[in-house]
């Protein structure tokens, strides 16, 4: 699926479903908790604290996907086109960055 089908079959499920959206502070709130949430997952299993049981079974795909619904309901509250918004990034990125991570002697 595309960026732009993705927001649209967002936007579709919280007429359907979700009933309307919440607002965008209280979004901003749960994007916070659904990122903490994939940071437990990856601090554990990758990083250097010991996974507890309980978190063994969690999936980091959908923990990942949670993070990815909650940013497309704020980008389709707020009226950003991701698919754009994501191609002005890259070509911003592009730039700024053309030389810089190739110079630098840590990725090397």
Same mark, same amino acid.
């Given at each position: 699926?595309?960026?732009k089908e993705a927001?649209?079959?967002?936007?579709?499920?919280?007429?359907?479903?979700? &009933?309307?959206?919440?607002?965008?502070?209280?979004?901003?709130?749960?994007?916070?908790?659904? &990122?903490?949430?994939?940071? /437990?997952?990856?601090? /554990?299993?990758?990083?250097?604290?010991?996974?507890?049981?309980?978190?063994?079974?969690? +999936?980091?795909?959908d923990e990942i996907?949670? &993070? !990815?619904? &909650?940013?497309?309901?704020?980008?389709?509250?707020?009226?950003? +086109?991701?698919?754009?918004?994501?191609?002005?990034? !890259?070509?911003?990125?592009?730039?700024?960055?053309?030389? /810089?991570?190739?110079?630098?002697?840590?990725?090397?």
């Amino acid at each position: 699926m595309t960026i732009k089908e993705a927001q649209n079959i967002v936007d579709e499920w919280i007429e359907t479903v979700g &009933v309307r959206y919440f607002s965008e502070l209280t979004n901003m709130a749960i994007l916070s908790e659904e &990122v903490g949430e994939v940071a /437990r997952i990856i601090a /554990r299993r990758y990083g250097e604290q010991s996974e507890k049981e309980s978190d063994k079974q969690k +999936d980091l795909g959908d923990e990942i996907a949670d &993070v !990815l619904f &909650v940013l497309i309901c704020l980008a389709n509250q707020t009226g950003v +086109d991701l698919t754009e918004a994501l191609k002005r990034n !890259l070509e911003k990125k592009s730039i700024r960055d053309a030389e /810089r991570h190739k110079n630098n002697p840590k990725l090397k």
